[in-house]
């Protein structure tokens, strides 16, 4: 993902090779290249009968780092957060080369633009509630997930379960974030600084939202904030969480549970005052639409008039005060 | 209180030196003063070969004992800072290991440690990056072809400031232009915790076809050692100096 030409880190493994480790002898058999990225290769592979996730690199230390990551996870209750280790050793090729490598388990699933949209916008919220859960979980124990991108993102189904993938920017609190990418980035847009905070993911999460709708990103511009705010307001099918996106960006949630609140909040009155913002195709397949009811909406009108109205009336009460007295004076 | 420093420069440039000394063999000079030279190649958008020449980027960064990239323009942001950070990883894991072998013996390096062991040390060298201070000199090449790339190296910088100044460790930047009017290189900003003035100073520009690489590199290396005499001279006015401005 990040821009490398002068330097490939690109290692690549033929389908059928044995990688054997150095320290364990544990062996696995490739089977297919799952993807490359900025500091090393992700390749699908069986041990004995089992599928597992091998990640190389030819830098040592950067394997290390996100071993010790992964184990951090490991000692959190519940072990949903990202995938689970299982073997950590050294390649050496017959060429004498060293590569260090470890293992993960394989999280057979879709991207989550893949899933969005093949099983509709209604489960966009719902995913991110769950990831906000999951953030919430993280952040207690003291780290910030970092490189949160919908690449990073996928979901296992059924049952929908959003799971995050490459922990290569996972860093404790009130460090300096360690890999990001520069589209989910509030440094790159002018919104904050490149610390190690819950909000800083909160942020990155509002981008995946926007990411989706945005498939081929845009540019930050002359003004990035204004184009942070065109771009969500242009943005129909992430309507209904404009307000929550927004406070996102701003940083103004320091920790994930208030936002999944406000999400939540949003999840459970859309049922009422439904907004459909799906495709229409899948509109279509859908059976159980909900119909569209205005009804919800005057009481909520009817109050905010109301407050407006005391507030009128405070106010010039207190000026003719201040007018009495000036007058007596 | 003492904490560890490391110095680098970071070269900034498009082409190949054609004047003055071999820039590798300063260096060399400069890496064994303790101080890291990295560094980075820009191309231009539109270029699709690599120019000839810019294999001397690889070169003088290995002598320098730090990080080279060559990229293109738009990309430079991001490879500006993680240039700096792989370097600091690169040159502390260097000091860890020669720690490593002085308890363990000759031929023991981090790479040699079983995995567990790797990562207890591994810790270490993450631990002292967060906290290290920092000096980096920006060096960049204001040659007649780098004119259109400057805005982007700005931005760049500042970026590279937002990058460090997350940390937890003390920053603080100068940035120097070459070839200079009349001497070798030229002060664009003096030593800095931020680099978020720097907006206004590079319109500064020298025309002509000379890249004196290894002449700049020389007197930026004079830089250190001068800021080093100045500061035993008044070490409690720079001591104050030295606050982070966050």
Known sequence: ??????????????????????????SYRIVKKLGAGACGTVYLAEEGRKHVAIKFSLNSSSITTEVNVLKTFQKVQGKTLGPSLLDVDDWVQPNGNKISFYVMEYLRGKELTTFINEHGH??????????????????????????????????????????????????????????????????????????????????????????????????????????????????????????????????????????????????????????????????NKRKHQVKKTVKSSPPVRQSKYLWEGMGIVVVVCMFYVVYILLQWI | MKKGMLKQILLITDGCSNQGEDPSAVATLAHQQGITINVIGVLENDQSEQPEGLEEVEEVAMSGGGVSQIVYAKSLSQTVQMVT???????????????????????????????????????????????????????????ASMHNKLPTVQDSLYDLSLSLNARMGNNRFSIYSFPGK??????????????????????????????????????????????????????????????PGY
């Open chain 2, 85 to 143: 950070r792989q370097a600091m990883t690169q040159t502390l894991q260097g000091v860890v290991n020669q720690e490593l072998q002085q308890i363990l013996g000759p031929n023991q390096s981090i790479e040699e440690l079983p995995p567990e062991k790797r990562g207890e040390v591994m810790e270490v060298v993450e631990d002292l990056g967060e906290t290290c201070d920092l000096e980096v000199l920006v060096l960049v090449d204001t040659s």
């Open chain 2, 182 to 243: 009349r001497k070798d290189i030229d002060k664009i900003m003096d030593w800095t915790p931020k680099l978020d003035s720097i907006s206004s100073v590079f319109p500064k520009l020298t025309s002509g076809g000379i890249t004196p690489t290894g002449p700049a590199l020389r007197a930026a290396i004079q830089q250190f050692e001068k800021k080093r005499n100045l500061r035993s001279l008044m070490t409690r006015d720079e001591s104050a100096r030295e606050e």
């Open chain 1, 1 to 26: 993902m990040m821009n490398q030409p002068g330097k490939s880190q690109d290692i690549e493994v033929r389908p059928g090779t044995f990688v054997t480790g150095k320290w364990y002898n544990r």
């Open chain 1, 122 to 283: 209604e489960w966009l919220g719902i995913l991110v509630v769950q990831l906000l859960s999951d953030l919430e979980q993280l952040h207690h124990t003291g780290w910030v997930f970092g490189d949160l991108k919908t690449e990073n993102l996928i979901v296992t189904y059924p049952p929908a379960k959003l799971r995050w993938i490459d922990v290569g920017g996972t860093t404790q609190q009130g460090r300096a974030i360690k890999e990001y990418t520069e589209f989910y980035d509030r440094g790159y847009w002018g919104m904050g600084s490149r610390k190690a905070e819950a909000n800083y993911d909160l942020f990155a999460l509002a981008m995946v939202m926007l990411h989706l709708y945005h498939p081929n990103r845009f540019e930050k511009g002359t003004n990035p904030e204004k184009t942070l705010l065109s771009k969500l307001q242009q943005t129909n099918e992430l309507r209904p969480y404009q307000s929550v996106i927004q406070k996102a960006l701003y940083g103004d949630y320091t920790t994930s549970e208030q936002m999944k609140i406000d999400m939540q909040h949003i999840l459970m009155k859309s049922t009422h005052t439904t907004t459909n913002y799906s495709t229409p195709s899948r509109t």
